[in-house]
């Protein structure tokens, strides 16, 4: 595969395919901090196949994050392990994205692509392991474990934008999982919890740089109305705990915040 594409890492994907591993309107915190188009070359190959399961590997090399023109001279690889069950009622993906991310000139930046300026290479790393499983014909379970690391020389010249020079590196880590029901073919009830340390401000940025653990639950549903209708309401409560200084939601005022939300897909 060649050109602009989604790299396939993380448990959800951006675009809302109908049949798709996305249950709710909202996305995780993981999904925050995860690629949404790479552009570049992968290369995918069955690894092994067997009557119960098959084992496939892909490897790649792209440009980087979310970019067509990265601007470090230096490219990422791309690559995954995935396995299905042979009758696809069950899988498990660990996937990778591995290269230098950083702004090579401050007369050339790329943000919120990356937050960090710096003459040397600043290696950024994003791991996903995610699976899911049909436990019967009405129940199914799904979950990602997560871990990213930015590396930071600490020189003076390697420059975070939002904390200044002297950058010496952050880490991220998350594990969310979901339940889902599927009461009639066009209803499915699904429930969330997700909890996300980004103890460092870094890996949601521009969302929030807050420094500490971001939790939340989920309950919703997706009713298919029509052919090309569906509808997906929810109610979602989110909790922060970490630097009593940070207050990430209530536009700088709450800890805390619970949202409604309703969202209609039109398909044609």
Known sequence: MAGIFGPGVGYEIPPNI?????????????????PATVSGVVLGTRLMSTQSSLLGGEIGIVQGWNNLRDNNDSKSILGAIRWRRADMRGWIDYEFIIGD???????????PTSRLISSSGQLKQQHSLNGWFALDQHWSIGAEAVYGHQSGDGKADTVDIVTGPRFSGAHWWGVNSSLSYQYRNDLIFS???????????????PVSIAHGAFNALTLGFRYEATRNLSLRPEIRYDWFTGSDDDNPFGNGSDRKQATATVQALYYF
Not at 101 to 111: L, T
């Open 18 to 34: 109908r049949i798709a591993r996305n249950a709710f309107a909202t996305k995780t915190y993981a999904f925050v901090t995860e």
């Open 101 to 111: 991310e950083q702004n090579k000139s401050i007369d050339d930046i790329q943000a």
């Open 191 to 205: 429930a969330r919890a997700e909890h996300f340390a980004d103890p460092d401000g870094f890996a949601l940025f």
